[in-house]
């Protein structure tokens, strides 16, 4: 039973790389700009203090 599951995630890491549902996916949120600015300022307020 482990190996079945096994093979079920792997199969959906292959489908997301081979199709465009990973770039769809990641590109739809990068392009609300919701996590870009979060990130930007994590960076920004890390290097600040070092």
């Given at each position: ?31 609300q700009e919701p996590q870009?600015?979060?990130l930007r300022r994590s ?8």
């Amino acid at each position: 039973e482990n190996r079945e599951e096994s093979k079920k995630e792997y199969a959906v890491v292959e489908d997301l790389p081979d199709g465009k549902v990973t770039h769809e996916s990641v590109q739809e949120p990068t392009q609300q700009e919701p996590q870009t600015p979060i990130l930007r300022r994590s960076s920004r307020v890390r290097r600040e203090p070092e």
